[in-house]
């Protein structure tokens, strides 16, 4: 492993682009070819720039969608999938001015979609919703091939980089593990017999959950793999009050193969609340987003091993997620804009009241 120093030199990044825009984002992802990247509006468009230079060029964005775009994702050969907060879920390519839609399923979950990931080998889609449920559709034409419940919302679902399992966290902080070993891309969807698929373990997050004077704060909000899928890490708040939510950023690292919670990192203080997205990097270190009350936010870069980030920045405001470009020297993050204000309360010069919005910037590391 790479020391705290060496980390540091290699893949601090400097700003390259701020990517201003009027509208509010969930989420920008690069593309597989790392030629667009594509940011998920809570206009219900899908907005897109040219990430093939220096410039980033904005382009005319995608409609489709009825809620707020919560996540997209993408498969090799061109194609996007999309999910928002009505529970629709969308798959068109995302090149080109016209929408070509490949499928379309309005109702794919009961309400909000929070959750969306796409196997390793591109063929099923996961989503996991406030419904309960997590389920898995048919890259090619958006059938469903496994459907599963918990008890509480899920905010995160996650392949295993083998592809033989999928893992959903949720409210109250339990992480299930389904076996996939009956599941394809082709045919129905399996009989269940009678019988609720099961998981076949649950990993506990419990201490990103409290109840709250009669409110459920927290939960299993966001989940990643490392490489070789012998790490599992759990993002979300170790809750302190609820209300205007108050408590530590933190990450539980899950060894895989006992299950148990081996480290606990907490990336922030009380204000910074959440984590709202989490990568691990090819070498070996975790990628955050933190967010929390407003006008707080940071991005952390951390090895689960060392008592301390070797980078992070309180710059970017309440960020809500990050991507890295593919060929590993870019990173997009989603922030919110200077002075936001949950009520409304900020005048702009005109003695109006200006919404809030989502720049975004593009770092380039080391």
Same mark, same amino acid.
Request: hydrophobic share 40%; charged share 15%.
């Given at each position: ?147 599963? +419940? ?7 679902? *996650? /392949?295993?980089?083998? $592809?033989?399992? @999928?893992?959903? %966290?949720?409210? #109250? ?41 009669? +409110? ?7 989940? *990643? /793999?490392?490489?070789? $899928?012998?790490? @599992?890490?759990? %993002?979300?708040? #170790? ?55 407003? $006008? ?71």
């Amino acid at each position: 492993m790479a020391d705290t120093s060496q980390l540091a030199a290699r893949f601090t990044p400097k700003d390259l682009k701020n990517l201003p825009n009027t509208r509010q984002m969930s989420a920008a992802r690069f593309t597989p070819c790392g030629k667009y990247l594509i940011a998920a509006g809570q206009d219900a468009l899908l907005h897109r720039w040219d990430a093939q230079g220096d410039a980033f060029t904005e382009l005319p964005p995608l409609a489709g969608h009825n809620g707020w775009i919560q996540d997209v994702v993408f498969e090799a050969t061109g194609a996007m999938i999309s999910a928002d907060s009505w529970g629709g879920l969308r798959c068109a390519p995302y090149a080109g001015d016209a929408v070509e839609l490949l499928w379309s399923n309005p109702v794919a979950h009961d309400g909000w979609i929070r959750s969306l990931t796409i196997s390793p080998d591109g063929t099923l889609v996961a989503t996991g919703g406030t419904d309960g449920h997590v389920r898995l559709w048919s890259r090619t034409d958006g059938s469903r091939r496994f459907d599963a +419940q918990h008890a509480d919302p899920v905010f995160s679902v *996650a /392949f295993h980089p083998n $592809g033989k399992s @999928l893992v959903s %966290g949720d409210l #109250k902080g339990n992480v299930h593990q389904w076996d996939l070993s009956a599941v394809t891309a082709a045919g129905p969807m399996p009989e269940p017999g009678g019988v609720a698929p099961q998981p076949a373990r649950t990993l506990s997050a419990a201490p990103l959950y409290a109840l709250n004077r009669l +409110q459920d704060v927290g939960g299993a909000r966001v989940l *990643a /793999f490392n490489a070789d $899928g012998t790490k @599992l890490a759990c %993002g979300g708040t #170790k809750p302190s009050v609820g209300g205007n939510v108050q408590g530590l950023p933190t990450v539980l690292v899950f060894d895989w193969a006992s299950g148990t919670a081996e480290n606990t990192l907490e990336l922030g203080d009380g204000g910074d609340v959440y984590i709202t997205d989490l990568r691990y990097h090819a070498e070996g270190f975790l990628m955050a987003t933190v967010s929390g009350n407003p $006008g707080v936010g940071k991005l952390v870069f951390r090895h689960p091993e060392d008592k301390q980030a070797f980078f992070e920045t309180k710059k970017m405001p309440n960020c809500h997620s990050l991507s890295l470009h593919p060929q590993g020297n870019r990173l997009a993050v989603v922030a919110t804009n200077a002075n936001s204000n949950g009520n409304g309360r900020v005048k702009g010069n005109a003695g109006d009241y200006p919404g809030n919005w989502s720049p975004i910037f593009v770092l380039q590391l080391g």
